[in-house]
């Protein structure tokens, strides 16, 4: 019997230490970056938010939530995360709705993560979830997400670990500021407002401007890989998880609208999106769901070319973004309003589209087309 009580004395000291050393290195070595603040923005206020507009890197520097406000009488925030998967829709989705009362969530699709079911490997997961301060949509997250997550990115962040004295006294510095106890964006972004990693300020309610660094979008080469994306069928997990999403806002009476922010232009072309956007419309209308693709706006009402963009992929600059959140802002006015003409704003169709887009453009802003 007392070699048994050694024996357990022995495990929970070895548990303990291994949590005193996991978490140490946490505390020292893990970047605390845009996800804790905004997860806490969105749900520690005195607002309610009533219309979620939710999505990934390119929603977070595209939608304004300013203009929704203004055009559609609502309390809007954007809660695009960069990486942020269909899957994670779900549980950022449910956890904001236990402090807000959402009425509307406007989805802004990107096709990559439904072709592809990007980023939802059993190493890199876990990245959101780790942010979360919700007991309960943790543990239904982690429920779900058993048989292929990684157990040790269950209990460290070490995805995030940078290994060096010098970052370990940064984080030290930060995790001891009043602004990080107090999840405000300030510890987030640079003196001057600069975030890093969306290249321009915060400007609020989840919206990045993207500075212009350049007149020629860069990573021309990842084309084929959006083209080879493209050509897929949708991922039968992503169309899995997104029921599960769908259940949820039935469930709860929220509107569920799609929409689809414009990228690269002759990327968008090259790549052959329309395919994909095609197969996902398809999907939705199954579902009873509304679904735009803003990628076939007139250039007569949202005029720009690949130089809007700062990469091929699609992440759009700051002052394409405001003209942009306007234009959509205007788009679901008229459409909740039953007033909306699609031919006011969309081109019958993608090859129609291809076919004026650079000869629209010319017309509407007297300016050359630049290509990525």
């Known amino acids: 019997m007392k070699v048994k009580v050694i024996a357990h004395i022995r495990c929970v000291a070895f548990l303990l230490v291994l949590s005193i050393l996991i978490g140490t290195c946490d505390y020292f070595f893990s970047e605390s970056g845009y996800i804790r603040y905004i997860l806490h923005e969105v749900k520690e206020t005195e607002e309610n938010f009533d219309t979620i507009v939710i999505g990934s890197s390119h929603t977070r520097c595209s939608v304004d939530c300013r203009y929704l406000d203004e055009a559609l009488g609502v309390n809007s925030f954007n809660i695009?995360?960069?990486?942020?998967?269909?899957d994670d829709f779900y549980y950022v989705l449910k956890s904001i709705c236990k402090d807000n009362d959402v009425k509307t969530v406007i989805m802004d699709v990107d096709y990559y993560y439904w072709m592809n079911g990007q980023s939802q490997n059993h190493f890199s997961k876990s990245f959101i979830y780790q942010q979360m301060n919700d007991t309960d949509v943790k543990a239904e997250?982690?429920?779900n997400n058993k048989d292929n997550i990684d157990i040790r990115n269950v209990f460290s962040r070490r995805l995030t670990w940078k290994v060096s004295l010098k970052e370990a006294e940064d984080n030290a510095d930060l995790k001891n500021s009043e602004e990080y106890e107090k999840y405000e964006m300030e510890a987030a972004v640079e003196d001057d407002g600069y975030f890093p990693t969306a290249g321009g300020p915060y400007l609020g309610k989840g919206f990045c401007y993207r500075y212009r660094i350049n007149e020629v979008p860069g990573n021309p080469e990842y084309v084929k890989t959006m083209k080879t994306a493209a050509n897929k069928t949708i991922d039968k997990n992503v169309i899995a998880q997104f029921e599960r999403m769908y259940n949820y806002c039935k469930d709860n009476g929220i509107e569920l609208i799609a929409i689809t922010t414009p990228i690269t232009p002759d990327a968008f072309e090259d790549a052959e999106v329309d395919k994909a956007y095609k197969k996902i419309a398809d999907l939705f209308a199954g579902y009873g769901i509304e679904y735009y693709d803003f990628n076939k706006t007139l250039m007569s009402v949202l005029p720009r070319d690949d130089s809007d963009y700062v990469d091929a992929e699609g992440h759009m600059y700051g002052e394409l973004a405001e003209l942009y959140s306007e234009v959509?802002?205007?788009?679901?006015?008229?459409?909740?309003?039953?007033?909306v003409d699609m031919s006011s704003y969309f081109y019958p169709s993608y090859q129609e589209m291809y076919k004026n887009m650079r000869e629209d453009y010319l017309l509407t802003t007297g300016k050359e087309w630049k290509e990525y």
């Open 141 to 143: 997250y982690l429920w």
């Open 80 to 86: 695009g995360i960069p990486g942020e998967t269909v």
């Open 328 to 339: 959509l802002a205007e788009f679901l006015a008229d459409a909740r309003d039953g007033e």
